[in-house]
């Protein structure tokens, strides 16, 4: 496995029908096609630990259901009718489960993560996907990025232990500002805590450790460590927790760059969360803050991007956690992307294997 960069260095419906050019005449009423039209798609399904919010849409047992205020653990069965809100699930229409296929983007995330990204970047689940799996590669040679909810390791950098799907540290000599803290008070937060906290989440875990200004020291042995985070894999409160930290420390502000200057696509964004997951958000010239300040100033986005993609190019292979090629390999991505004008990663999925079949170092 390779192992590169701070943030990821990871070890821890619609239904189309379409008809043959020969076909004249629709199917029979009554028929399975027709009947198939008739019922809408279900939504994602039901999770008993997931935290819904007021909109938040599942589906269980074959119908829809909204929710209507904040709710977990609630059976959507146990709801009101169409239209009130006696209950926390508003019942829907009857639906039919979509057959599952290899490209079902929005299974890799709950509902009620779908709908925070939504709400807050504009991006939706097959976006978010597919800019995971761009961000993934060059850290695990791997695009399947849900495999690290419980990932754990201390690779002794002096930054502590390394977690989850963007590398939350714990802190050291060499990271004093760590996001390992939030994680785990985002954990207790999602996990319902009235007044969430940092000791309430690693108690959640199991864990045990005490912050030391603020750096998060870890006092279980790192095999206890480890078993309590890869034990957290399929948490949906962790993976929800996860979520909220990486938006609060990486996307958050590589959105804010983006739309400073006018620009909304996926590719962009997603470009620059990568820079900042792989070399820093904000401070000296290496960081995604750095970069952007070389980029120049063009209104034309592909202009721009042509430009950062160029910039960072020149740097990243001299990052400490990127091998060569293996930096500018990562940069290729995405400009390849750019040039084939799949900025909006929608129906990408054939572009996003081909950029990313090339060999780790």
């Known amino acids: ?57 599942v589906s269980y047992g074959g119908v829809n259901y909204n929710a209507a205020y904040w709710t977990q653990g609630n ?71 849900t495999k690290y909810y419980g990932y754990c390791e201390n690779i002794n950098d002096d930054r502590g232990y390394t977690i989850g799907i963007f590398g939350a540290t714990t802190g050291g000599s060499n990271d004093e500002g760590p996001d390992g803290p939030a994680l785990f008070k985002e954990f207790d937060a999602a996990s319902g805590a009235a007044n969430p906290s940092i000791a309430g989440g690693l108690a959640r875990a199991g864990a045990h450790g005490n912050m030391q200004g603020a750096i998060l020291k870890i006092t279980d042995s790192k095999a206890d460590f480890y078993k309590r985070i890869e034990a957290l894999q399929n948490n949906p409160a962790w ?27 996926a590719l962009t964004i997603g470009s620059f969360v990568d820079t900042a997951l792989n070399q820093g958000a904000s401070g000296d010239s290496d960081t995604l803050e750095g970069v952007l300040s070389r980029s120049g100033s063009s209104a034309d986005e592909k202009t721009f991007m042509t430009s950062f993609y160029a910039q960072r190019s020149k740097i ?33 999925d054939a572009a996003v294997v081909k950029v990313t079949r090339w060999t780790m170092h």
């Open 1 to 57: 496995m390779k192992i590169i960069s701070k943030a990821l260095m990871l070890s821890c419906g619609l239904l189309a029908v379409s008809f043959s050019a020969g076909a004249r005449s629709p199917a029979a009423a009554g028929s399975q096609a027709r009947l198939d039209a008739r019922v809408a798609p279900c939504n994602a399904a039901w999770i008993s630990g997931a935290v819904y919010t007021a909109g938040d849409k």
């Open 75 to 145: 059976n959507p069965t146990v709801s009101s009718g169409a239209g009130t809100t006696a209950q926390p699930w508003i019942t829907g229409a009857s639906c039919q489960q979509a057959k599952a296929g290899a490209n079902d983007h929005d299974a890799n995330f709950s509902p009620a993560t779908l709908q925070f990204l939504k709400t807050n970047t504009g991006l939706d689940g097959e976006q978010w996907d597919n800019i995971m799996k761009l961000i993934n590669k060059p850290e695990q040679d791997s695009l399947d990025w």
């Open 239 to 265: 993976r929800e927790a996860m979520w909220h930290t990486f938006y609060n420390v990486y996307i958050k502000y590589s959105l804010q760059q983006a739309r400073q200057r006018g620009f909304t696509t």
């Open 316 to 348: 990243v292979d001299t990052n400490q956690y990127n091998q060569p090629p293996n930096g500018k390999n990562r940069v290729k991505e995405w400009s390849t992307l750019l040039n084939q004008g799949e900025t909006d990663l929608k129906n990408a």
